[in-house]
């Protein structure tokens, strides 16, 4: 089955830093890869994601790249805030409505 | 708010017991998803249905078991709970079991076994 490694696990920044953070998964039949953010105690929230046939998109200061020769894909968040603090998991899986397979997590943490 | 519900928020119970956990889907979508997140980790895929037929199974043991009701509200199962059971347990909806509808998590239900 699919495994998303995801690096780092933690991640310190200082305000209007950029935060980078990096996936790699195995099953080459993957074709959607969406990005959550995971508050404490809080749902995960679907902030952006990319599909097979594009290899970048943004929205606002969000960004994520897919590499699908290898196998990996990454977040970027430019100028990052305080409110940007939070759990983030990447995930992949064929389309969008079937399982997800996710990465372990990286812990943002931007400092004022 | 029109979102995923789930119930009950908080649940405390004992190893042995059984439990059950509730998910309603936002208004449209006819796949729910279970999955479980253990502090600390990302959420680990447990069942998917849609159309009220189980369309995926994760590697858990027979302990859980799930069903989709005609208004594709879901139920989660899980008999003679262990200490290891103690995790979040999310449901996502989505409008197909496939296809480019994304997946929607609810608020989650944190189980504790003691």
């Known amino acids: 089955g699919e495994n998303v490694e995801q690096h780092p696990s933690t991640l310190s920044v200082q305000e209007g830093d950029s935060a980078v953070i990096k996936c790699t998964y195995s099953d080459s039949a993957s074709n959607y890869f969406p990005w959550y953010k995971q508050e404490l105690g809080k749902r995960p929230q679907l902030i952006i994601d990319i599909r097979s046939n594009v290899g970048e998109k943004k929205d606002q200061r969000i960004a994520v790249t897919l590499n699908k020769t290898a196998k990996h894909f990454s977040l970027h968040i430019t100028e990052t805030q305080p409110e940007d603090s939070a759990v983030y998991f990447c995930?992949?899986?064929?389309?969008?409505?079937?399982?997800?397979?996710f990465g372990g997590g990286t812990r943002v943490l931007v400092k004022p | 708010d029109a979102g995923v519900t789930q119930s009950p928020t908080h649940l405390i119970k004992t190893r042995g017991q059984h439990v059950t956990l509730r998910c309603s889907p936002i208004?449209?979508?006819?796949?729910v998803s279970w999955y479980q997140q253990v502090l600390g980790q990302g959420p680990q895929f447990i069942f998917q249905y849609y159309e009220k037929e189980e369309r995926g199974r994760g590697n858990f043991p027979d302990r859980f078991s799930a069903r989709q009701f005609p208004n594709y509200s879901s139920e989660l199962n899980v008999n003679a709970l262990l200490l290891g059971d103690s995790a979040l347990y999310l449901c996502a909806s989505s409008v197909r079991g496939n296809g480019p509808y994304e997946q929607y998590f609810g608020p989650g239900t944190r189980l504790t076994v003691t």
């Open positions: 208004s449209g979508h006819k796949s």
């Open positions: 995930a992949a899986s064929m389309t969008a409505g079937n399982k997800l397979t």
